[in-house]
């Protein structure tokens, strides 16, 4: 039995393993994490009783059954929200963007160099990492900026790889989750490229394996494919090359062109344009070596700022493409693999869900894309 003044000590102590096990599902979503984390509170708990000679009462299996529904409740939840992704949204992001410059924390506009922190590299390929932050005023954001980075992905790949739209254009290119674009064509590498409208109908130019079922809209950034060839960036990238592209998507805004951003990306001349959100820009390097730049976990950025990060990375030319919420994207490769969601890509609740989502937010609630640009390494 456990002595009288043991038991507040007891119950204090699985009290704040509850808690501290909680929080971690925030920001750790998925399965293996809720298994280690379910493992870690009940483990936790058993060696806390061994310390304390506290003995479980009768209705043990009950309470048991009850936290186990809790936790995966949890879980579930959490990672439908994507809660590691999106905890950033609860903080000040009014703050000017802080980047990495020999060590230290610098404004970005003040920033000559950047510091990246390569995850993965291979003759074909490399995936950086680029940390990010902004000064908070409250105790909660300051904490969090001291134990959660908030990140900027870098992918930078050859333009010897295969570069390719995937899509369904046989469906009038229905909208897919990136799980399902790599279910159509199996692939090193997708992000989601196409703006589209309320029915899920990607905006602008579209030619898919050398057809064209979209004409071009005024909206100034492409993606194309020419002779086997990668290019992104403005419109007026393009006025030399005379053969149909094999691939073409369109987006906006392009934000760059011989490594100068354009003036009206600087005044962040639109609304829409200073929201601090997912973002995901693609550029051409003089080696014609092709950059995605896409937000990670609680990497919300402007289109100025993200264009700022391109430019310190040697993009040469560079677009904007459908993001917010709907950014989506995945890595796969023998030596290294990753997935990112800002939002529910997992989970169809059905069509009433989305269509009230749509009038609500302008948003499903599962999020897909009608067009990914695809790449596959040759490796």
Same mark, same amino acid.
């Given at each position: 039995?456990?002595?009288?003044?043991?038991?507040?000590? /007891?119950?204090?102590?699985?009290?704040?393993?509850? @808690?501290?096990?909680?929080?971690?599902?925030?920001?750790?979503?998925?399965?293996?994490?809720?298994?280690?984390?379910?493992?870690?509170?009940?483990?936790?708990?058993?060696?806390?009783?061994? $310390?304390?000679?506290?003995?479980?009462?009768?209705?043990?299996?009950?309470?048991?059954?009850?936290? @186990?529904?809790?936790?995966?409740?949890?879980?579930?939840?959490?990672?439908?929200?994507?809660?590691?992704?999106?905890?950033?949204?609860?903080?000040?992001?009014?703050?000017?963007?802080?980047?990495?410059?020999?060590?230290?924390?610098?404004?970005?506009?003040?920033?000559?160099?950047?510091?990246? =922190?390569?995850?993965?590299?291979?003759?074909?390929?490399?995936?950086?990492?680029?940390?990010?932050?902004? =000064?908070?005023?409250?105790?909660?954001?300051?904490?969090?900026?001291?134990?959660?980075?908030?990140?900027?992905?870098?992918?930078?790949?050859?333009?010897?790889?295969?570069?390719?739209?995937?899509?369904?254009?046989?469906?009038?290119?229905?909208?897919?989750?990136?799980?399902?674009?790599?279910?159509?064509?199996?692939?090193?590498?997708?992000?989601?490229?196409?703006?589209?409208?309320?029915?899920?109908?990607?905006?602008?130019?579209?030619?898919?394996?050398?057809?064209?079922?979209?004409?071009?809209?005024?909206?100034?950034?492409?993606?194309?494919?020419?002779?086997?060839?990668? /290019?992104?960036?403005?419109?007026?990238?393009?006025?030399?090359?005379? =053969?149909?592209?094999?691939?073409?998507?369109?987006? /906006?805004?392009?934000?760059?062109?011989?490594?100068?951003?354009?003036?009206?990306? $600087?005044? =962040?001349?639109?609304?829409?344009?200073?929201?601090?959100?997912?973002?995901? #820009?693609?550029?051409?390097?003089?080696?014609?070596? *092709?950059?995605? *730049?896409?937000?990670?976990?609680?990497?919300?950025?402007? @289109?100025?700022? *993200?264009?700022?990060?391109?430019?310190?990375?040697?993009?040469?030319?560079?677009?904007?493409?459908?993001?917010?919420?709907? $950014?989506?994207?995945?890595?796969?490769?023998?030596?290294?693999?990753?997935?990112?969601?800002?939002?529910?890509?997992?989970?169809?609740?059905?069509?009433?869900?989305?269509?009230?989502?749509?009038? #609500?937010?302008?948003?499903?609630? *599962?999020?897909?894309?009608?067009?990914?640009?695809?790449?596959?390494?040759?490796?």
């Amino acid at each position: 039995m456990a002595k009288p003044g043991l038991n507040i000590i /007891h119950y204090l102590a699985i009290l704040s393993l509850f @808690v501290l096990c909680m929080i971690l599902i925030i920001f750790n979503n998925g399965l293996m994490p809720l298994l280690c984390l379910m493992g870690l509170f009940f483990g936790g708990r058993l060696g806390i009783r061994k $310390l304390t000679g506290h003995a479980s009462n009768g209705l043990g299996i009950l309470k048991n059954s009850l936290l @186990v529904i809790l936790f995966i409740g949890a879980g579930f939840t959490c990672s439908i929200l994507r809660t590691e992704t999106n905890y950033y949204y609860f903080l000040t992001r009014t703050n000017a963007l802080k980047i990495k410059q020999d060590g230290e924390w610098v404004l970005i506009h003040n920033a000559h160099r950047i510091d990246v =922190n390569e995850v993965y590299s291979n003759p074909s390929v490399v995936v950086q990492r680029i940390d990010i932050k902004r =000064n908070q005023k409250g105790i909660l954001g300051r904490a969090l900026n001291l134990v959660v980075s908030q990140k900027v992905n870098v992918f930078t790949f050859k333009p010897t790889n295969t570069f390719y739209l995937v899509a369904d254009p046989n469906n009038g290119f229905a909208p897919l989750t990136v799980s399902e674009a790599n279910t159509r064509k199996e692939s090193s590498f997708l992000i989601n490229a196409s703006f589209y409208d309320p029915l899920n109908r990607a905006l602008g130019e579209v030619i898919y394996c050398s057809k064209q079922y979209q004409t071009k809209s005024s909206s100034s950034g492409y993606f194309k494919v020419i002779d086997g060839v990668p /290019h992104a960036g403005p419109r007026s990238v393009f006025d030399n090359y005379s =053969n149909i592209p094999q691939y073409s998507c369109q987006a /906006h805004p392009s934000t760059m062109k011989d490594g100068i951003i354009f003036q009206y990306i $600087l005044d =962040n001349s639109f609304a829409k344009w200073r929201q601090r959100t997912y973002r995901n #820009l693609v550029g051409e390097k003089a080696d014609g070596s *092709i950059v995605c *730049i896409a937000s990670g976990n609680g990497g919300l950025l402007d @289109v100025r700022e *993200i264009s700022q990060l391109a430019k310190l990375l040697g993009v040469k030319h560079a677009t904007l493409f459908d993001a917010g919420i709907a $950014l989506q994207y995945a890595f796969n490769s023998p030596g290294y693999s990753m997935e990112f969601s800002a939002f529910n890509n997992l989970l169809d609740a059905g069509s009433f869900v989305d269509k009230v989502g749509m009038e #609500l937010f302008r948003k499903n609630f *599962i999020q897909r894309s009608p067009v990914y640009i695809g790449i596959t390494l040759n490796e």
